[in-house]
């Protein structure tokens, strides 16, 4: 924000645009509308994020089997393929990240669009950590979706919410899906469950390719990038 | 006294053998660690930094996190002069990003004090 002059709206808009898709997801721990006002009226809590701008504190859980695409033939369910994943490790603490606009995901994503042999403007359905709404203003930005400092305008027009070019946190994400800890699972399975064309009122029609990217440790000390792609 | 701990590459205690080449660069390092994350030399130096540096990153915590810091109160990223980037607090702000700082101490109970900063001149 300092930087390059984002404003708390354009925080504010990720947390809606999760909400959105959360009110078509009937397993989303919260589903009531949301607006940008009520985002700005929510308690701050360490400037400039207030509640609605952090996620969820709830239990869940998931698990996924890979296999080898000969013995995922005649599985029960219509197997999804892994075209490319990286992964990355900047720093530990926070005092030793060297920029804080920028997380391990320029890396990691990076290595997972370059096995992939796609690019981010092929990305039909896109699931990030969204575990604040900042976060996911920075891995667009990382992940080459849009250029550095240019996410607050690529969001515009609702680009991440249901109807928007680039559908985001379709569960509704950390924000309004669930919250773990562990999320990076859950994106995995709602990646998957797009590409199957088994997301119900939030089946995002046609997805043929999705990136579930997540970062962890302390703040943003790792990432890893998945894209997946229907079989 | 006081002590600000912002080794040349800080040798944990007892120092190691220096076995290795002397040091061949200046650089500082925070937190210690027993090798130069520069250039990998194990000759190192502690030496007191100057306690000033500038902010790079602010917020404000306005929840309780941690017993007998109540909030608010500012949470920053300081700059060292000598170079090293150490995560501490603001006393007495306001303050914001680019402000000068000098360190200050706050005090704890049976545990050395903890180096916090105080804006020494805003930014212009």
Avoid at chain 1, 214 to 230: E, N, Q, Y
Avoid at chain 2, 43 to 58: D, F, H, K, Q, R
Wanted: aromatic share 6%; with cysteine; hydrophobic share 40%.
């Amino acid at each position: 924000m300092h930087h390059y002059g984002a404003r708390p709206e354009h925080l504010a808009e990720i947390a809606v645009a999760a909400r959105s898709w959360a009110a078509l997801n009937p397993k989303a721990w919260i589903r009531d509308p949301l607006t940008l006002d009520e985002v700005a009226a929510s308690p701050l809590l360490c400037d400039p994020l207030r509640k609605l701008d952090c996620c969820l504190v709830t239990d869940g859980g998931g698990a996924i089997v890979i296999a080898r695409k000969e013995r995922a033939r005649d599985a029960a369910k219509k197997p999804v393929r892994i075209l490319g994943a990286g992964e990355s490790h900047a720093q530990w603490h926070v005092a030793q990240c060297a920029d804080l606009t920028v997380t391990p995901g320029a890396v990691s994503g990076a290595e997972a669009f370059g096995m992939a042999g796609v690019r981010p403007s092929d990305v039909d359905v896109f699931e990030p950590y969204d575990n604040f709404t900042h976060a996911v203003l920075l891995y667009l930005e990382d992940l080459g979706f849009c250029g550095k400092g240019e996410a607050p305008a690529f969001i515009a027009d609702g680009r991440l919410r249901p109807g928007g070019a680039l559908p985001s946190m379709t569960s509704g994400g950390g924000l309004s899906y669930c919250h773990p800890g562990a999320l990076g699972i859950l994106l995995l399975i709602e990646a998957v469950r797009q590409l199957r064309g088994e997301a119900g009122d939030r089946q995002v029609a046609g997805a043929e390719i999705a990136v579930a990217h997540g970062t962890g440790g302390l703040a943003f000390s790792t990432a890893s990038t998945v894209v997946l792609a229907r079989e | 006294v006081n002590i600000f701990p912002f080794p040349i590459s800080a040798p944990p205690t007892p120092p190691p053998s220096r076995s290795g080449p002397p040091a061949t660069c200046s650089a500082h390092q925070f937190y210690p660690r027993p090798f130069c994350l520069s250039c990998e030399s194990d000759a190192l130096e502690w030496v007191e930094a100057g306690g000033t540096g500038t902010i790079y990153s602010l917020t404000t915590v306005r929840l309780p996190v941690i017993e007998g810091l109540d909030p608010p109160y500012l949470l920053a990223l300081v700059d060292l002069d000598e170079g090293p980037r150490m995560l501490t607090n603001i006393v007495a702000g306001p303050a914001q990003i680019g402000d000068r700082v000098s360190v200050d101490w706050r005090d704890r109970e049976g545990l050395p004090p903890v180096p916090v900063f105080r804006v020494a001149e805003q930014r212009g």
